[in-house]
């Protein structure tokens, strides 16, 4: 057992978990078991950077990823809407999209913000707020959520109030002392393996809880800025949502048992999660470049001028996979007429698929081979 803090009686009579000075100064001892286990992560972290390199337009695909975490996130908190249902929020097509996908596109204008800022900015706790800011505000439900500022009230998890809570963070003066310690740590140069300490990252970062609210989402994103600030990734293609939403309830159990001391239990977890999902990515890659090359013979068996108006919406689908004509004669800027000539081509070649809705709404197409390998 790691002795992280310890549980403390506030004078209105309910313990709050109070950080130790981190990192410790014991430092964390983690088994051989975990240094394999980080071994194996990080060859695989090398084998999906430098097959991702081979990916045409990488830009586009990496849409895909953010909204599949962006989805996954915001599920472990309750949000109902899906990754179909974003996309089709971001498209402006209209349909019968539900209100909580609002969760979803604040998360994914989060990670867009977070990815350009970090390019030129350090990693601290002002940009730590900022995520929060861009996460929250305007958001369609927060619990008094205060964007990009660090609570100034106790907060708690589970239970009604803070007598029955299953874990109460720290009060707001050890708070700020755990923070400062937290931005020390990230920036610090010392021996510990970047993938653990991404793994330390979030969980010191859920246990210091700062915000009133959306902290789970602002923590998962930490470490995907983290492994890609630090150079762990030249792209940012790997994303643990899915993971911790696949496996909520043990994520759940292994962050609380991290709080008390069960530091080594956290770090299995959290690396087998970088291990299952660095050889998920690295599958999806290999099924993105065989549906790619399916579709582009399709596209050559047309006729010259097809062929080249086919090619222009091609690549436009990787980040847009879901449209209608108007769509694709604003992406391409083809007329109206010609828009539906090329839908109509798409959808006899088996690229693009109507989807089915009410009929008081435009038909919208899916490019739903390539929309089925992150939806997996």
């Not at 991702?52 to 990496?62: E, K, M, N, S, V």
């Not at 090619?311 to 539906?340: D, M």
């Amino acid at each position: 057992m790691t002795n992280i803090g310890k549980l403390r009686i506030q004078k209105d009579g309910f313990k709050a978990f109070i950080p130790n000075s981190f990192p410790l100064k014991s430092g964390f001892g983690f088994s051989q078991k975990i240094l394999r286990k980080n071994d194996e992560a990080v060859r695989l972290l090398g084998k999906l950077d430098g097959i991702t390199q081979l990916l045409p337009d990488i830009d586009f695909f990496l849409f895909m990823y953010i909204y599949k975490d962006a989805t996954s996130s915001s599920q472990i908190e309750g949000t109902n809407a899906t990754m179909m249902d974003a996309l089709e929020a971001e498209a402006k097509i209209e349909s019968d999209t539900p209100e909580d996908v609002d969760d979803i596109i604040h998360y994914i204008k989060a990670l867009n913000y977070g990815m350009k800022r970090i390019e030129n900015f350090p990693f601290v706790l002002r940009f730590i707020r900022e995520l929060h800011k861009e996460l929250m505000s305007s958001a369609r439900a927060t619990n008094h959520a205060y964007p990009g500022e660090f609570r100034k009230s106790q907060n708690w998890i589970g239970g009604t109030k803070l007598e029955d809570a299953s874990f109460v963070p720290p009060p707001v003066d050890d708070m700020n002392r755990a923070l400062g310690d937290l931005e020390k740590f990230i920036n610090i140069q010392d021996d510990i393996l970047p993938l653990i300490k991404a793994g330390l990252l979030h969980a010191q970062f859920e246990t210091i809880h700062p915000f009133t609210d959306g902290n789970g989402r602002t923590g998962r994103m930490l470490v995907t800025f983290f492994l890609w600030k630090y150079e762990m990734l030249e792209r940012p293609v790997l994303f643990l949502s899915s993971y911790f939403k696949k496996h909520k309830q043990t994520y759940y159990e292994r962050l609380q048992g991290y709080h008390f001391g069960e530091v080594e239990k956290w770090m299995s977890f959290f690396l087998g999660g970088i291990i299952e999902i660095a050889n998920e990515s690295i599958l999806t890659v290999q099924k993105i470049t065989k549906t790619r090359e399916q579709d582009r013979l399709k596209i050559q068996k047309l006729s010259t001028r097809a062929s080249e108006s086919a090619s222009i919406l091609l690549p436009k689908l990787y980040k847009t996979p879901i449209v209608t004509v108007g769509n694709v004669e604003k992406i391409t800027g083809f007329t109206r007429a010609g828009a539906q000539k090329i839908v109509d081509r798409f959808v006899k070649m088996k690229i693009l698929y109507p989807k089915k809705q009410p009929k008081k709404y435009a038909q919208s197409y899916v490019y739903k081979d390539y929309i089925e390998i992150f939806s997996e």
